[in-house]
């Protein structure tokens, strides 16, 4: 990536406000930890606690001791690390819960106000409610295996690690548009042209879906200026929708956007080979995939104003009072994959066999177009080069925590009319 | 307490003579004493969740926080009140999808209770063709998940404003089908109708089956005709299966979540339902727990009604000591047209469904209908890492099998603990009748229908985490999924119970008490037996949806439990059409042949003279 002015100002005013959020965030967990949760956590070097450098071959046999390790996940494709993995680290047996997303977080929060601690890493996407509700009420912990730290970029491992960035982005029919992407600029889905002619996978059901859609309302000023650039005209807000950024959902919704229940069926109609009118759909980038599976003939819009490409993380962590903390950390270092691999390592698919599998470890089920790695020093997969050619914009958890409920409310009673 | 001399003459409360007294009084009276033993332990189980629900309703919760930054969690509040009653969202969150659900409720239900009832009475009354056949596939279409309806209507009827494939329809003809055809309120209540006209088909059919023909055709003796003998004889008789059929599939309407999902999102058309799911999976419990307590209050009322139109009636016994006789009506002419017409019938209800999912999981592209794309791989290979992940086929595919054994396991079980705690409960309730505690009993039963299932499993957490009294914590075994799932179906069992017992006359138990005949005996001599036919049409429900369950149980489950729906609901996550597919095909045939082995069980051991088919 390049670093032009603009991207070294955010960065700095990133790294400030990461740092501003990390103290506050560390105060709301000292509050919450009780001394026997604190006891636990100075046992096994987590929290406040977590060393710089740490014996990993220690760690590894105590794990095996311990024996087992219980994941919660919001994705069921971990599901087919079992054997690798224990393979990999025999005697520690890996069972995993796939609960999507909102389950994972149910699951948790009712288990530990019931005083039951089962399960030992959970790794799911929702950054508000993993941040605010798990992370600062000290129902789980971040780990970084000190190997790793230098490896991974700051943004992506604090205030917690990140398994694996996603996005969403807009989709085309190449057969409809053989001359390249019909749209420079988002707001054009707004337009007449495009009535009904978009799809979205449903906000109010796919936490991934509402995230790409704040990750626009966060930012008013650029859509705005976005608006005027397509236009010429300065953005005429609707009766009581406080920003550009809502503006932009109240237009979409108004210019009958078609709401999917499911990603893939988006990708699919829109995608479809042979259509002349198909749709624009705004889903995750990783359906792209489908081209090859489904035969889709859906290309990425890599170059809208203001922006094309929002990213949504996935979180791993360690539960509070985890019965098996080592294999925790065990397992969380899997999920980051070898330390041997790096960015000149040669993966071919398929990626959950051979050599490939054994360099991207629990990255494989994941090494697809569409989902990047936390780590600086992991190669694009294969289609998905696009990712840094894509101009990006990442969500706050704090934007998630503090507007989702408003853009949801709003989003309702848009979509109602 | 006190043995000072009974001032009035009477024998003091704790008196030696006053007690035997008493316990010969409720000895004789086994209606109450069974009444308060299911009224305990429904309380415990239902009304804590109810209240739980009532108290988070009322409570400030982290979710909040964005609305009111200075809130407190856990403290008390109206908020969500407001929202839901008063602020503007309220129209968008609570009134327009008020309004749709109840469209969609009584429209379906008048379907419903028509094409189920017709059914039945051809079924039962009339000499039509391939009886035996056509009365076990009948009950079909509620053995699949009712998103296999609404997905075969799409893929029939779908037009371009979802895009992509094109519909069957507009495949072979050209023509757009309109969007009102294609989604929304019409195809929604047509699919749900087509699903749960079972419903009344099964509590119509039992119950006809045990109205005397002998009292029809007295009714001709006397000069009626045929109409009038329908309208003044058989229908009142079958007002309490007609009424538990309208509660049943009304409220469950009311509640239902995958069809509207699915088949309402493309034009917009939200339900009461949607919006509880929708808040949920906010974990915006708040929002959620009001509405929820809206549909229990709104249920609640459909039920007072019902039972006030019910319970004014003095009598629906058909089943006394007298003689009783069974005559088909002839169809003369119209045999075949009926005939033919079920026959179409069950094409599009459950051929056409599970061609399309036998075909689904025989593609190797899904979506790709042509022969060429046709494999065996996702039922029988061995695991090939450059399809589906490597997941092996379904018969090698050791998830799946295990799954498939816990599934069948927790049917039979719910479906036996169902069937018993539903007669005790039917007949504390009708012998019982008139009295307050039959209708706390009769209420209290019927509340965990309209509990929105997935709140339930998230409250259960909780409340079994740890031991109460004698009994261990149940969280994490295999008989907390059970408990759960007899709960949730325990409205079913009741209701059916409850219809039963309402067609027995008391007569039969007294002549057996003058005898000196024990209550168990009785129970398993007379009761039992003449109840048995709508005794195990209940139990076969409840196995069915047991079977089907999925959101009840998903935060309860752990890997040694996996149930078949759990592993579909994986499939589905992952995209993975065939095996999901595949394995919802496997799930609604193993329904299918169970219940068709408990069918002809039931009817070589005596019960099936009463039975419907």
């Known amino acids: 990536m390049r670093m032009t002015r603009s991207t070294f100002l955010k960065a700095v005013f990133g790294s400030v406000a990461a740092g501003v959020f990390s103290v506050a965030a560390s105060t709301a967990m000292a509050q919450e930890v009780s001394p026997e949760l604190e006891a636990w956590l100075q046992e096994n070097a987590l929290g406040t606690n977590a060393m710089v450098e740490e014996n990993w071959d220690d760690i590894v046999a105590r794990a095996t001791q311990e024996g087992e390790v219980v994941v919660y996940s919001s994705s069921g494709r971990i599901a087919k690390l079992a054997d690798h993995f224990q393979a990999l680290y025999p005697g520690i047996t890996l069972t995993l819960f796939d609960l999507g997303s909102v389950k994972t977080i149910e699951k948790t929060v009712r288990e530990q106000d019931a005083g039951i601690f089962n399960v030992d890493v959970i790794t799911t996407g929702n950054s508000g409610q993993v941040i605010y509700e798990l992370l600062n009420n000290g129902r789980i912990f971040n780990y970084v295996p000190a190997h790793f730290a230098d490896r991974i970029p700051q943004e992506n491992q604090d205030p917690l690690l990140i398994r694996v960035n996603e996005a969403i982005v807009f989709f085309y029919n190449t057969d409809a548009n053989p001359d390249g992407a019909p749209i420079s600029n988002v707001w054009e889905l707004t337009q007449e042209q495009y009535r009904g002619r978009v799809g979205i996978k449903d906000p109010m059901a796919s936490g991934s879906s509402l995230m790409g859609l704040a990750t626009l309302v966060q930012n008013p000023e650029e859509m705005a200026a976005a608006y005027e650039r397509l236009t010429g005209e300065a953005l005429v807000l609707g009766d009581g929708v406080p920003d550009a950024g809502y503006e932009f959902v109240r237009r979409l919704l108004a210019n009958d956007v078609v709401i999917f229940k499911s990603g893939s069926k988006l990708a699919d109609a829109a995608g479809a080979a042979g259509q002349d009118d198909a749709m624009i759909a705004m889903t995750n980038m990783t359906y792209i995939s489908r081209n090859d599976s489904k035969g889709n003939v859906n290309a990425i819009m890599a170059d809208l104003d203001p922006v094309s490409r929002m990213v949504y993380p996935t979180f791993m962590s360690i539960a509070a009072n985890a019965p098996h903390p080592n294999a925790a950390k065990v397992f969380i270092a899997y999920l980051l994959g070898s330390p041997e691999m790096n960015l000149e390592t040669v993966l071919d698919k398929p990626y959950l066999e051979g050599e490939s599998f054994d360099m991207l470890q629990g990255l494989a089920p994941y090494h697809d177009a569409g989902s990047v790695s936390p780590r600086s020093d992991v190669p694009l997969p294969a289609g998905g080069e696009i990712w840094d050619e894509m101009k990006g914009w990442d969500i706050t958890a704090d934007f998630m925590w503090e507007q989702g409920p408003q853009l949801r409310d709003f989003w309702l009673i848009y979509s109602s009319q | ?613």
């Open chain 2, 1 to 613: 307490m006190s043995d000072t001399a009974a001032p009035r003459g009477k024998p003091p409360f704790f008196s030696r003579q006053n007690m035997a007294y008493q316990v010969y009084r409720f000895k004789n009276k086994p209606e109450i004493i069974i009444g308060v033993l299911c009224l305990g332990f429904l309380s415990f189980v239902v009304l804590v969740p109810l209240l739980q629900i009532v108290k988070d309703a009322f409570t400030f919760q982290s979710y909040d926080l964005a609305y009111q930054r200075d809130g407190e969690v856990g403290a008390f509040t109206l908020l969500h009140f407001d929202r839901v009653f008063n602020q503007p969202i309220s129209k968008a969150l609570f009134v327009k999808p008020l309004i749709n659900s109840l469209k969609m409720g009584f429209a379906v239900t008048l379907i419903a209770i028509f094409v189920g009832s017709s059914l039945a009475w051809l079924m039962v009354r009339t000499n039509v063709h391939f009886k035996g056949v056509f009365g076990a596939m009948l009950v079909f279409p509620y053995m699949m998940p009712s998103w296999v309806m609404a997905l075969a209507w799409l893929s029939l009827f779908k037009n371009d404003r979802i895009g992509g494939s094109e519909g069957l329809l507009t495949y072979l003809t050209g023509v757009q089908v309109p969007d009102w055809v294609a989604y929304g309120y019409v195809p929604i209540v047509f699919t749900l109708a087509m699903h749960y006209y079972a419903y009344t088909y099964l509590l119509i059919s039992g119950a006809l089956a045990t109205v005397d023909s002998e009292l029809e055709e007295a009714g001709a003796t006397c000069g009626l005709g045929k109409w009038k003998r329908i309208r003044v004889i058989t229908m009142p008789l079958l007002m309490p299966a007609l009424g538990s059929a309208v509660v049943l599939t009304f409220i469950r309407i009311l509640g239902t979540f995958g069809t509207p999902a699915l088949l309402g999102l493309p034009v917009r058309f939200f339900t009461f339902s949607t919006q509880i799911y929708a808040s949920i999976n906010a974990r915006n419990q708040g929002d959620a727990y009001v509405l929820a307590l809206v549909l229990i209050v709104l249920a609640i009322s459909f039920i007072w009604i019902n039972s006030r139109i019910i319970g004014v009636r003095k009598s629906y016994v058909t089943m006394t000591g007298k003689g009783f006789r069974k005559r088909e009506s002839d169809l003369g002419k119209w045999r075949w047209p009926a005939t033919i017409l079920v026959i179409l019938f069950l094409c599009m209800t459950v051929i056409m469904p599970l061609l399309l999912l036998l075909w689904e999981s025989l593609t190797l592209i899904p979506g790709n209908y042509s022969l060429s794309n046709l494999t065996t791989y996702f039922w029988v290979g061995q695991g090939n890492v450059q399809l589906a992940y490597g997941e092996p086929g379904v018969i090698h595919n050791k998830g799946i099998l295990g799954a498939l054994g816990n599934s069948v396991k927790l049917g039979f079980m719910a479906a036996l603990f169902n069937g018993a705690l539903g007669l005790l409960v039917g007949y504390a309730v009708v012998r019982g009748r008139g009295a307050k505690l039959a209708r706390w009993l009769e209420g209290i039963a019927f509340a965990p229908y309209i509990f929105p299932s997935i709140a339930l499993g998230a409250i259960y957490i909780g409340m079994f985490s740890t031991n109460i009294g004698p009994v261990p914590a149940l969280y994490g075994t295999f008989t907390i999924l059970v408990l759960i799932t007899v709960i949730k179906n325990l409205p079913f069992t009741s209701r059916t119970g409850i219809a039963a017992m309402l067609q027995i006359h008391q007569s039969l138990e007294e002549t057996a008490r003058v005898q000196g005949i024990g209550w168990f005996r009785r129970m398993f001599r007379i009761i039992i037996p003449l109840s048995m036919s709508g005794l195990v049409a209940g139990m076969l429900l409840t196995f069915i949806t047991a079977m089907r369950e999925l959101s009840l149980i998903i935060l309860l489950i752990s890997p040694g439990n996996m149930v078949l729906t759990g592993v579909i609901f994986g499939y589905q996550e992952q995209d993975m059409a065939q095996h999901s597919s595949a394995v919802t095909l496997m799930l609604v045939l193993i329904i299918i042949t169970i219940s068709v082995i408990v069918r002809l069980l039931s009817r070589s051991a005596g019960v099936g003279r009463l039975s419907a088919t």
